[in-house]
């Protein structure tokens, strides 16, 4: 299990994510092709919770596995299932949410999380404290400076566990400014990871979560908020 060092945050976070998030939209608008999506498409900013719940009951069989690991058998089984119109934009959101286990592993390589808030794992136990290390099977938590931690299985851990995660991530993305990664490219990657809460949280079916994140990504970029009415509900 590798150590955290202490590498500045832009430097250790960067090339990961340019290569993860960036297949979800370019980071620079002016060379991608306009998709205006407006008039066939659900606000994600606005919509109620109720709403967005009915839009999506034809993908009520989505797989959702508690650790983040997918089966592709399954999920392809799965799409196979849908009417033909749906199964090419369904299939487009999988290809993004299904990296995000590895997206959180590879955070881990090179930092730590402190956990906001007390956080109840699957057994009802509840954990704090500062995740410090982690691998594709395991999580150790670190209270105060001993060095002492525990271990925790990624099953252990509940979908909101691995949201927190995420969002710290995309909040510190939020304060950079200089270094070697401007706070423009800072905040495009930080669109980037709330775009991925966004498309995340609506396959688990947390639709407010999911609406709360899309409202922080186009609160950044203005720019995306048809692209992502269009990825979320065409």
């Known amino acids: 299990m590798k150590k955290a060092v202490g590498y500045p945050f832009e430097v250790r976070y960067i090339f990961f994510a340019a290569v993860f998030l960036g297949i979800i939209f370019n980071l620079y608008p002016e060379d991608a092709d306009a998709v205006n999506a407006a008039d066939s498409a659900p606000d994600i900013c606005a919509i109620e919770e109720e709403a967005y719940e009915e839009l999506r009951e034809p993908y009520a069989q989505r797989p959702r596995p508690g650790a983040l690991v997918f089966n592709e058998r399954e999920v392809g089984k799965y799409i196979d ?27 881990f390589e090179r930092n730590t999380v402190d956990l906001k808030d007390s956080v109840r794992l699957r057994s009802g136990k509840t954990i704090s404290g500062t ?35 995420l969002e710290d991530f995309a909040a510190r993305r939020m304060k950079i400014s200089g270094g070697s990664v401007s706070r423009e490219e800072s905040q495009k990657y930080a669109a980037n990871d709330y775009i991925l809460l966004t498309l ?10 999911s609406s709360e994140f899309a409202r922080k990504a186009v609160s950044i970029r203005p720019d995306i908020k048809d692209q992502l009415n269009d990825l979320v509900f065409k």
């Open 81 to 107: 299932s849908l009417p033909a119109d749906l199964r090419e934009s369904e299939r487009k959101r999988y290809d993004i949410i299904k990296g995000a286990k590895e997206h959180i592993i590879k955070l």
């Open 200 to 209: 995340l949280c609506d396959w688990y079916a947390e639709y407010k979560m």
């Open 131 to 165: 995740i410090a290390l982690a691998n594709d099977k395991v999580f150790i938590v670190r209270k105060g400076k001993s060095g002492k931690g525990k271990t925790y299985k990624w099953e252990d851990l509940p979908f909101k566990g691995y949201v927190d995660i």
